[in-house]
């Protein structure tokens, strides 16, 4: 069965570093999303992405935030400084085209630990 | 999206079914009924959505009120693998986006 790939799936870094966590969606799927958990708290939607942009963004994904499809095949999020805030298990989502069931496909999750 | 309300926690013997409410009592005509779990910090997992008529696959059934207001996961023949926290989401299917919003959900132990 076709599933979303995440790595690394544990970063620990020290606040005020980038950090990249990079995502393979399943192939033949059009959307792209970025979520994160902070330990005990709510799944939190941070960005959706589609047809190369940006089609929807929470509060939290603030300009310290980026994303990027790089290669067609890769689906990257990118935190330019890293705050102990930050510090969160972050999943990568994809689902198919509008006709679809919508269903959204989860990976695993990369844990991410800032110092 | 419209809200849910979800008990926060609830228990069930291994082997029994276990039916998990849903209250969805704003939800709006185009607006369909999602089944997500999550298994100990896992990601998300689909199990099953809905309109207005009952469904059922592999994992589990979904009964849909008749008004829509609210609905009820049944999982038939409850394991300990079943543990995890579900959650309940309603959104507007074959717009442009399919971003969920998740709540708190329920937190289901399967106890043996």
């Known amino acids: 069965e076709p599933e979303v790939t995440q790595t690394p799936s544990h970063q620990v870094t020290q606040m005020g570093q980038e950090v990249i966590l990079r995502c393979v969606p399943i192939s033949n799927h059009l959307y792209f999303y970025w979520y994160r958990q902070i330990l005990g708290q709510k799944v939190e939607f941070l960005v959706s992405f589609y047809n190369n942009e940006i089609s929807e963004k929470s509060e939290i994904f603030d300009d310290q935030f980026s994303v990027e499809r790089p290669d067609g095949s890769n689906f990257t999020l990118k935190i330019r400084s890293t705050k102990l805030e930050d510090s969160a298990m972050y999943f990568c989502?994809?689902?198919?085209?509008?006709?679809?069931?919508?269903?959204?496909?989860f990976g695993e999750g990369s844990r991410l630990t800032v110092l | 999206d419209a809200k849910t309300t979800q008990p926060p926690s609830m228990d069930c013997a291994e082997g029994r079914a276990a039916n998990l409410p849903c209250n969805h009592s704003t939800i709006s005509g185009n607006e369909y009924v999602y089944w997500y779990r999550q298994i100990h910090s896992q990601g998300p997992q689909y199990i099953i959505h809905g309109l207005k008529n009952n469904e059922t696959n592999e994992m589990a059934s979904l009964i849909i009120t008749e008004d829509r207001k609210s609905s009820t996961l049944i999982l038939p023949h409850a394991t300990l693998r079943d543990t995890a926290v579900y959650y309940c989401i309603v959104r507007v299917l074959g717009s442009n986006d399919y971003k969920l919003s998740f709540g708190a959900g329920t937190t289901v132990t399967v106890r043996a």
């Open positions: 989502a994809s689902s198919g085209s509008r006709t679809d069931t919508g269903e959204l496909f």
